[in-house]
């Protein structure tokens, strides 16, 4: 079985089956609308078989838990963020949702996840414009007064206040309670680090969530609209909807969140900005609908289930799809080396091994899903 013939036969197998499932292709949502964009804004980071509702986007820009060296200087550590693109700052928001996201999802009550990466690029549009002004993630704000010494101080794509991180000035309000996430301590290094910075921004979300909840009892989508409005003023009251603040910050946000998530732009190098024409139509009447009935909850976050023993899981992530047949491929074609347990998984005929039999019947598996 092991001939040329045989692999060339389990390559294509694996590449129609791909085609056939449309997960070659980067989904049609992502073109709609972009006419006027470039080919290259349009391409996507991350693999686009990836089942990112499940998986996430999987970190494309490999970025660790700080976006340079924690021994950089100030300058150095601004320069890279510098370089960054409209692109780069979107997935480096991502890396941190999908690290949390099982307390992002309880805490926002929203279990679409391309939803939340279309909220949080929605609040760094509205504070840094994505970097696309071409300053990347260094954007810094109020220190005029000196490193700290304003509670506005701010810095990054979100523009997180010194107020998220430990051992700020202490007569600032604390935001010590979401001990899910690790509070970094105030210095130079993490402030100005991008991932540090986003990190401790989406920190931030999650303490005025509770805020709204515990000191204000509100419900639904204005726990989340109280969590943005209260990461730009420290509050996370409602105060009516007369306010034109909420018009011209959290409904802002939602608006150009929602535009992002229609328009098919939430993985390239395309951004918009505060007030932007061209989102218009998405401030128009309760741009929250779109959020849907969400229920935010401050329920213990509990760790994610044992992933069931599924026939053809050969990659060992909790689901079936064409990403398994590409694993079974590159094994079949000596590209990768699998464990006992992926072998279980991916005998389909349960003859004790993995051959071209099993991707056939993989196959016919995801078609029959499909």
Same mark, same amino acid.
């Given at each position: 079985?092991?001939?040329?013939?045989?692999?060339?036969?389990?390559?294509?197998?694996?590449?129609?089956?791909?085609?056939?499932?449309?997960?070659?292709?980067?989904?049609?949502?992502?073109?709609?609308?972009?006419?006027?964009?470039?080919?290259?804004?349009?391409?996507?980071?991350?693999?686009?078989?990836?089942?990112?509702?499940?998986?996430?986007?999987?970190?494309?820009?490999?970025?660790?838990?700080?976006?340079?060296?924690?021994?950089?200087?100030?300058?150095? *550590? @601004?320069? #890279?963020? !510098?370089?960054?693109?409209?692109?780069? $700052?979107? %997935?480096? /928001?991502?890396?941190?949702?999908?690290?949390?996201?099982?307390?992002?999802?309880?805490?926002?009550?929203?279990?679409?996840?391309?939803?939340?990466?279309?909220?949080?690029?929605?609040?760094?549009?509205?504070?840094?414009?994505?970097?696309?002004?071409?300053?990347?993630?260094?954007?810094?704000?109020?220190?005029?007064?000196?490193?700290?010494?304003?509670?506005?101080?701010?810095?990054?794509?979100?523009?997180?206040?010194?107020?998220?991180?430990?051992?700020?000035?202490?007569?600032?309000?604390?935001?010590?309670?979401?001990?899910?996430?690790?509070?970094?301590?105030?210095?130079?290094?993490?402030?100005?680090?991008?991932?540090?910075?986003?990190?401790?921004? *989406? @920190?931030? #979300?999650? !303490?005025?969530?509770?805020?709204?909840? $515990?000191? %204000?009892? /509100?419900?639904?989508?204005?726990?989340?609209?109280?969590?943005?409005?209260?990461?730009?003023?420290?509050?996370?009251?409602?105060?009516?909807?007369?306010?034109?603040?909420?018009?011209?910050?959290?409904?802002?946000?939602i608006a150009l969140a929602k535009w992002y998530y229609?328009?098919?732009?939430?993985?390239?190098?395309?951004?918009?900005?505060?007030?932007?024409?061209?989102?218009?139509?998405?401030?128009?009447?309760?741009?929250?609908?779109?959020?849907?009935?969400?229920?935010?909850?401050?329920?213990?976050?509990?760790?994610?289930?044992?992933?069931?023993?599924?026939?053809?899981?050969?990659?060992?992530?909790?689901?079936?799809?064409?990403?398994?047949?590409?694993?079974?491929?590159?094994?079949?074609?000596?590209?990768?080396?699998?464990?006992d347990e992926q072998c279980t998984k991916g005998d389909?005929?349960?003859?004790?091994?993995?051959?071209?039999?099993?991707?056939?019947?993989?196959?016919?598996?995801?078609?029959?899903e499909d």
């Amino acid at each position: 079985m092991n001939n040329s013939k045989t692999i060339k036969k389990a390559l294509c197998l694996a590449v129609c089956a791909a085609f056939s499932f449309g997960a070659l292709s980067i989904p049609a949502s992502q073109f709609i609308g972009v006419s006027d964009v470039s080919a290259e804004e349009m391409v996507i980071a991350h693999d686009p078989s990836r089942d990112v509702q499940n998986e996430g986007v999987g970190n494309p820009f490999n970025y660790g838990e700080r976006n340079t060296p924690a021994d950089a200087s100030e300058e150095q *550590i @601004r320069a #890279i963020n !510098h370089k960054m693109t409209a692109q780069e $700052v979107k %997935y480096s /928001l991502y890396k941190e949702i999908d690290e949390h996201w099982d307390l992002l999802r309880v805490r926002l009550g929203q279990d679409d996840r391309e939803m939340v990466y279309a909220l949080f690029i929605g609040l760094a549009t509205r504070e840094s414009t994505l970097g696309g002004n071409g300053d990347g993630s260094d954007i810094e704000t109020a220190q005029g007064e000196g490193f700290g010494v304003s509670s506005a101080h701010a810095y990054g794509p979100m523009q997180t206040a010194v107020t998220a991180f430990a051992d700020c000035n202490p007569t600032f309000m604390k935001e010590d309670d979401v001990p899910e996430m690790f509070q970094y301590t105030f210095n130079r290094s993490n402030f100005y680090d991008c991932i540090v910075s986003n990190h401790m921004g *989406i @920190r931030k #979300i999650m !303490h005025f969530i509770r805020s709204a909840v $515990v000191d %204000y009892d /509100l419900k639904g989508y204005q726990i989340v609209r109280a969590a943005l409005k209260a990461f730009n003023t420290g509050w996370a009251n409602y105060t009516g909807e007369d306010d034109g603040y909420y018009k011209n910050y959290p409904d802002e946000i939602i608006a150009l969140a929602k535009w992002y998530y229609d328009n098919g732009h939430l993985y390239d190098n395309v951004f918009t900005w505060t007030n932007d024409p061209r989102v218009n139509s998405y401030r128009s009447g309760n741009a929250w609908d779109w959020w849907k009935d969400v229920t935010p909850s401050l329920d213990d976050i509990t760790e994610t289930p044992p992933q069931q023993d599924i026939k053809g899981d050969i990659d060992v992530n909790g689901v079936v799809n064409v990403k398994d047949a590409f694993t079974m491929i590159e094994f079949l074609t000596g590209k990768q080396e699998i464990t006992d347990e992926q072998c279980t998984k991916g005998d389909m005929n349960d003859d004790q091994k993995i051959s071209i039999t099993d991707l056939i019947l993989l196959k016919e598996a995801l078609l029959k899903e499909d």
